[in-house]
């Protein structure tokens, strides 16, 4: 189902609608504060296999998932005092930290590196937000993209080729292509991985505080 939601005020019907889809072991593509993203709930596991599948993505690679604030990251990560006064400047936004996981034996190991860590997101986008709320857990985060690893960020562009592929795609206009700034707090000081839509100097002068 292809619908289209208000980005601002997303209507309660198209939510709804996504997370049953989610609850269901569904796949869905929504919208984040960068790119739009393949999602499904962080506990399907046959929903996680058919997003490696769409990806045609090594399972190796671990995927990163999206929280609602601060409160719901604790429940999956360790978060230190330290990465705490920084993230909470800084969610929501376009970024993904990398954390120290918390629940190895809840989570899909599709979702835990080799160093047992996490990468999760808080984006500044209100559907997402809503999708999570809704749900009561996190979702996966995986990058919209076509064949040749191009972000695709035209909703009208990704119904005609994942329309057939996913069951819901939530069409929340044009997105930003930058990806998120990728921060990896089990280093000290954290360690830029990525330099993406997030503001660096930002971080840095947080840092110094």
């Not at 700034?181 to 990896?184: M, N, Q």
């Not at 330099?195 to 997030?198: I, K, R």
């Given at each position: 189902m292809y619908l289209k939601v208000h980005p601002v005020n997303p209507q309660g019907r198209h939510i709804t609608h996504a997370v049953e889809t989610l609850r269901n072991d569904g796949v869905i593509i929504y919208p984040t504060d960068t790119m739009y993203g393949i999602g499904c709930s962080v506990f399907s596991k046959k929903a996680i296999d058919r997003i490696y599948q769409i990806k045609n993505q090594s399972v190796t690679k671990p995927f990163s998932f999206?929280?609602?604030?601060?409160s719901h990251i604790s429940e999956y990560a360790l978060v230190s005092n330290p990465a705490y006064r920084i993230m909470k400047q800084l969610i929501p936004g376009p970024?993904?930290?990398i954390l120290p996981a918390s629940r190895l034996k809840q989570l899909p190991k599709s979702l835990i590196s080799k160093r047992k860590t996490?990468?999760?997101r808080v984006p500044d986008n209100q559907i997402s937000l809503a999708i999570v709320r809704e749900l009561g857990n996190p979702i996966l985060s995986a990058s919209v993209t076509d064949l040749n690893g191009e972000v695709i960020n035209n909703?009208?562009?990704i119904k005609e080729m994942f329309e057939n592929q996913v069951d819901t795609i939530l069409d929340g206009g044009i997105n930003v292509s930058a990806p998120s700034?990728?921060?990896?707090f089990t280093e000290d000081p954290p360690v830029v991985v990525r330099?993406?839509?997030?503001d660096i100097s930002e971080l840095l002068s947080l840092e110094k505080k």
């Open positions: 999206v929280c609602s604030d601060l970024f993904t930290f996490v990468g999760i909703p009208e562009l700034t990728v921060l990896d330099e993406g839509a997030g």
